[in-house]
């Protein structure tokens, strides 16, 4: 199923044509595969925090070199520190919850290694897995096992504005793991990184100075930010797309532009079909060959989709000779049809790709999705 929102612009300053084509542009939103695939029998799963204990300070220290200062900065610091897991386990497991792609999940409150006396291994053995999956009814685990951030704090002057402008730019790395009972070693692992951005202005480099979020209120957002990272790779999950189609040309197109804002896509995808089938230009073909590609894409039928893409990007290649163009290493403007087909294009290959794993992903929904 896809959902849809309509919206019109003038693509002429996108695609910088000789002159202004009509086109119009729409969102959609589909699904995307997992990165990790799950056996469709797995309904229930825990979130645990397999962390190591850390300092209360939560600072890590490590050797600190100064910075060069880069233009109208003023100061600037990096600070790493460990995140907070219990606040990014429980922030984890909301995510998968709200996914709706298991049939529950459950969140093990307490930190799995907070009485450890001696450092040890964070991967789970067998028999850990086994009685925590037993304790707590469910057929899967997903570990937290390690969360750390990275903090770059900034006062700069920004002379055009006359205005001091304090900024934190944070990093956070998560680690998880998943974990089936019966199984040495975890199933999967994932070691992803993303980051969360602060910025304030003041009159003074005092005020700006002051304006910097604290260690604790960084810590608390970051670990939170930092725990719903993992999710869309745990779980299918929707992707926005920006889609465009040729609105004009003759009647038929105009009407077919219509019948799309009505959301009537099979009226419009005859007209489109008509048009293909009557002109013998190859500019209003690759028109109405793009167009037919995008209802094809509405009704979720990718394959044809591609092919029809193809069709209007040879089609744009011959318009445009966009080969040869490339060839000489002229700029894409020279040939905007045939390098905004070709992007479309290339995303839905990525999507015939994912169809497989998508599918597979989403078999324990049968036809109830």
Do not use: H
């Amino acid at each position: 199923m896809i959902k849809i929102r309509t919206y019109f612009i003038c693509l002429s300053i996108l695609f910088s044509l000789n002159a202004c084509q009509s086109l119009e542009t729409l969102s959609i939103d589909y699904l995307v595969p997992a990165e990790i695939s799950f056996p469709s029998n797995l309904k229930r799963i825990a979130v645990v925090n397999n962390t190591s204990a850390v300092p209360d300070s939560n600072i890590i220290n490590v050797p600190q070199k100064k910075e060069p200062l880069q233009v109208n900065e003023l100061k600037k610091s990096t600070t790493y520190f460990w995140g907070d897991a219990a606040i990014a386990t429980e922030s984890l497991a909301n995510g998968l919850a709200d996914a709706n792609y298991f049939n529950e999940v459950v969140i093990c409150d307490s930190a799995l290694r907070a009485n450890d006396v001696i450092l040890r291994e964070n991967t789970l053995s067998k028999s850990e897995v086994e009685e925590l999956c037993r304790k707590l009814d469910v057929d899967l685990l997903i570990s937290l096992e390690n969360l750390q951030i990275k903090a770059v704090r900034t006062v700069k002057f920004m002379p055009d504005w006359n205005v001091f402008l304090a900024t934190t730019d944070a990093r956070v790395f998560t680690s998880v793991k998943a974990y089936l009972p019966k199984r040495n070693g975890a199933m999967a692992s994932l070691v992803l990184n993303d980051s969360i951005f602060w910025e304030e202005g003041a009159s003074t480099e005092t005020s700006a100075m002051a304006q910097l979020i604290k260690d604790e209120e960084l810590i608390r957002q970051t670990s939170d930010f930092g725990g719903t990272i993992p999710v869309n790779k745990l779980t299918p999950s929707w992707k926005t797309s920006q889609r465009f189609y040729y609105s004009n040309g003759s009647v038929n197109m105009r009407d077919a532009a219509v019948y799309v804002r009505e959301q009537e896509w099979e009226k419009a995808f005859e007209l489109w079909q008509k048009e293909y089938q009557q002109s013998k230009s190859k500019k209003v073909k690759m028109r109405t060959a793009l167009n037919s590609a995008l209802y094809y894409e509405m009704q979720d039928s990718i394959p044809q989709a591609v092919e029809w893409a193809t069709i209007a990007q040879n089609l744009a290649d011959e318009v445009e000779k966009a080969t040869t163009k490339m060839k000489e290493k002229k700029s894409i403007y020279t040939f905007p049809n045939y390098f905004s087909i070709s992007v479309y294009l290339s995303d839905l290959s990525e999507r015939m790709s994912n169809i497989a794993k998508l599918n597979m992903q989403m078999d324990r929904f049968k036809d109830d999705f």
